[in-house]
């Protein structure tokens, strides 16, 4: 029988490997990851891995977005607009939760990014 927990873990750290690879001022969508890691349905997943991953320092969260752009996660981030004041700070506007130019800023994963 095998271990869910450690399944999940295994996951997790593949999408962090992936999130720690998106460019500065550039942002993915958690169905972009999951689709990298040959599990596209699984964008859901994706966004489970994200809001455990807020102690991780090196795995920078507010770089995922959800498939329109918008900061679907924003809630998860402590302070009232800090996944939006990081994003800004790297040179992402962002209007009411929304990225603007969102297509200009998409990076999209790949296999060979894991």
């Known amino acids: 029988m095998k271990n869910t927990d450690s399944n999940n873990d295994n996951f997790f750290e593949r999408v962090y490997t992936i999130v720690r690879q ?7 969508s958690y169905g972009a990851i ?27 969260a507010h770089r995922v977005v959800n498939r329109k752009g918008l900061l679907s996660g924003k809630h998860h981030f402590e302070g009232t607009n800090l996944m939006q004041q990081l994003l ?3 040179g992402i506007k962002v209007v009411d939760n929304q990225i603007i130019d969102f297509e ?10 894991l």
């Open 88 to 90: 800004e700070n790297e």
């Open 22 to 28: 998106i460019p500065e001022g550039k942002v993915t």
């Open 104 to 113: 200009k800023h998409f990076w999209e994963p790949t296999m060979s990014d």
């Open 34 to 60: 999951a689709k990298a890691l040959g599990t596209a349905r699984s964008a859901r997943m994706v966004g489970w891995a994200m809001n455990a991953s807020h102690d991780l320092e090196d795995v920078p």
